[in-house]
């Protein structure tokens, strides 16, 4: 804008609007600086001091019901896209009045009611989560853009690759939008990357805006034509905007790692003059450009004296939100007679009636569209549902974002991740994001996501194919974990979790996709957190669950025969545990064996053992036996794989010992 330019009302207007949103913004990082630095605040907090144009700008040019990811220096986004200041004061002081009332903190600010999918602690995790949500606006048919936030150091995560690719290959209505402020933490942009953003976005055909992002206006006025193009159906586009962080990494960072001139440059480019010279050859008086930095400053104070006065959450209060109220789910009966159904045709009814009754269901994985699945699970349901049975690349980390960012944005996601093995390279979004999200939002935040993927072993697939998981998803709060043995449970479990406000993990057992047992009507449901008494008995109580829950059942039969009269305890779900059944039949029976396949230390055998330990010890008449596989990965030869993994013949020699003590 020149010194002769001449603007219209409206744009002078928009002009004042933006630079109270700068100031306000400059004040509240300013007053949160001070006031970590005096000890009030409690925990890690990053400013966005020197970077507050981008914020403003970006978020101007938006409409309240288009949304935005943020990441750890995320308050200067919340601010500009509509929140209050009290309730942030609140929250960074720990106060139950906070935003999400003192279980965020500073990182994990979010309201969904302005689009705000919540700031992240997690360095490039919001990106394939904001994918999630440009994938539910457009299957929920709503005009909304979302922006996903994040700093040139996140370009080096493969989140950033496969949230990107994912984007540009759908056309999804997102824009990424890097605040390039020169560092990553302690080391130089110059240092983290071979090439540029603007490079990267050619390589994925996608359009690349730099823009100064010290200067609202210009932010606001190019960021205005980039969000009509992507709400219009132009597919995402990359923007970088150039800027400066003034503070360190966190504060308390002592920056030594930093060059004094380049500290100083970066202190010259300042938004707030920037902004009020436009205003200046506007024509705005510099009078009223005064009164409303005053009138900010005084806000902000004011809200700091009322965010100290407010009371702190109540301690016994501390575990609400972990998990949303579970609706009732009333089991149906199963008849014995019932034509028998393989336990994969099971899953895949359960998955198709679903899609049928739940428009708002997506379904996504690798191959699980057009290929039906490795296994052929989700044959046949691309060709009822296409535009809700839809095959990604192999990118876990941008499919489990799909999932979550699709359940905090109005729809109700099914994963796939085709072996259980592979979720270590994408569990971020499991552990951090879909287990956290609602707790960290105060129940803000539903997460309607089923993971569903599989598991096991004595098929010579090798350590990397093999393993059994479910005690590491079982120990994350937040997390619901099942693992069905029958045709009728797996259906029912998987109706029932994607009925469910919860995160849950539906773990299958490839080993039982062609066994044959009673079907059920589409209406039968499983609750989850019940287990079932697969087989009842006076003498000795059996846990398992999975595949080896039916060994065990046979394994009883055959003791029968030896007058030993066995219990059997199919669990079901691992987590949350069913303890009452568990301890009533210990109580009843007086003795107590656990198997599964998973390794046996830290395991959920463990658990259960614990629990009995800690509540039924008084019932127990004998040493409890565990039976389970070493602690070793899966050995790929079938005689060492025999060796490692529990067979029948140990079930059956850990119950004699236990009933004859």
């Known amino acids: 804008m020149t010194n002769s330019a001449r603007v219209s009302p409206a744009e002078a207007e928009q002009m004042l609007a933006l630079f109270r949103k700068v100031c306000e913004i400059r004040a509240f990082e300013a007053r949160v600086s001070t006031l970590y630095r005096d000890g009030e605040i409690p925990g890690f907090v990053h400013v966005s001091l020197g970077q507050e144009a981008v914020a403003a700008g ?21 601010i500009a896209k509509g929140m209050a200041t009290l309730p942030m004061f609140a929250e960074l002081f720990g106060k139950e009045e906070g935003v999400v009332r003192g279980r965020g903190g500073s990182m994990h600010i979010a309201d969904p009611e302005l689009g705000i999918l919540g700031a992240n602690g997690i360095v490039g995790a919001g990106l394939p989560i904001a994918v999630g949500a440009a994938l539910a606006a457009r299957v929920l048919d709503e005009p909304n853009v979302v922006v996903a936030f994040y ?18 290959l759908w056309r999804l209505p997102v824009i990424f939008l890097c605040e390039n ?10 240092e983290g990357h071979p090439v540029t953003l ?20 210009r932010v606001f006025t190019a960021m205005t034509e980039v969000v009509a193009r992507v709400r219009d159906g132009g597919g995402p586009v990359i923007v970088e905007a150039m800027t400066a962080r003034w503070h360190g990494h966190y504060e308390g960072d002592q920056q030594k790692y930093r060059d004094a001139g380049q500290l100083s440059a970066g202190l010259a480019k300042d938004p707030i003059p920037t902004a009020r ?20 400053d005084r806000e902000i104070e004011t809200n700091v004296e009322r965010a100290r006065m407010l009371a702190a959450p109540r301690p016994e209060t501390f575990a609400e939100h972990v998990y949303a109220p579970r609706p009732d789910v009333v089991e149906g009966q199963v008849d014995p007679d019932a034509e028998p159904v393989k336990y994969l045709q099971a899953i895949r009814q359960a998955i198709s009636d679903s899609l049928d009754d739940d428009e708002k269901l997506v379904f996504t994985g690798i191959d699980v569209a057009a290929g039906g699945g490795v296994f052929a699970v989700s044959r046949g ?10 095959d990604t690349p192999i990118s876990e980390t941008a499919i489990l974002g799909l999932g979550v960012g699709g359940a905090i944005s109005g729809l109700h996601t099914l994963t796939e991740i085709m072996y259980v093995d592979f979720i270590g390279v994408a569990f971020d979004q499991v552990l951090n994001q879909a287990a956290k999200l609602p707790f960290m939002t105060a129940g803000k935040t539903a997460m309607p996501f089923t993971l569903r993927t599989q598991f096991g072993a004595g098929k010579s697939a090798g350590a990397q194919h093999s393993q059994s998981l479910e005690a590491l998803f079982a120990h994350i709060p937040g997390l619901s974990v099942v693992m069905p043995a029958t045709s009728a449970d797996a259906y029912g479990l998987l109706r029932a979790a994607l009925e469910d406000p919860n995160p849950v993990v539906f773990i299958e057992n490839r080993t039982l996709y062609g066994r044959r047992s009673p079907s059920v009507d589409r209406n039968h449901r499983v609750p989850i ?12 109580t059996v846990v398992s669950y999975s595949r080896l829950a039916l060994e065990c059942e046979s394994v009883a039969e055959e003791l029968a025969l030896e007058g030993i009269d066995v219990e059997v305890v199919d669990l079901r779900t691992i987590s949350p545990l069913d303890r009452e059944t568990v301890l009533a039949s210990v109580a009843k029976t007086n003795r107590l064996v656990v198997v599964h396949e998973a390794v046996a230390e830290f395991g959920v055998g463990a658990e259960i ?16 036996e565990r039976v389970a596989a070493a602690f070793s990965p899966a050995p790929y030869a079938p005689a060492l794989e025999a060796a490692w993994l529990p067979q029948r013949d140990d079930i059956a020699a850990a119950i004699r010992r236990v009933a004859r003590f």
């Open 381 to 390: 349901l691309h060709d009822r549902h296409p535009g809700r049975v839809l």
């Open 181 to 190: 402020n020169g560092f990553a933490e302690f080391t130089p942009a110059s």
């Open 529 to 540: 957190g019940k287990a079932r008494i697969a087989r009842p008995g006076a003498d000795v």
């Open 198 to 217: 603007e490079q990267r976005a050619a390589g994925y055909a996608l359009p690349y805006l730099g823009v100064d992002g010290t200067d609202v206006w």
């Open 277 to 296: 010279q436009h205003m200046q050859r506007a024509g705005v008086p510099v009078e009223q450009i005064d009164a409303i930095v005053a009138e900010v």
């Open 151 to 168: 700093g040139d150091g996140a370009v080096a995560q493969g989140a950033f690759h496969e949230a990107v690719n994912l984007a540009a």
């Open 609 to 624: 053992i614990t629990t009995v330990v800690e509540h039924g010890f008084w019932s127990l008449d004998a040493p409890i």
């Open 58 to 78: 970006v978020c101007a040019a938006l409409r309240t019901q288009d949304k935005i990811a943020s990441n750890h220096r995320g308050h200067g986004h919340c």
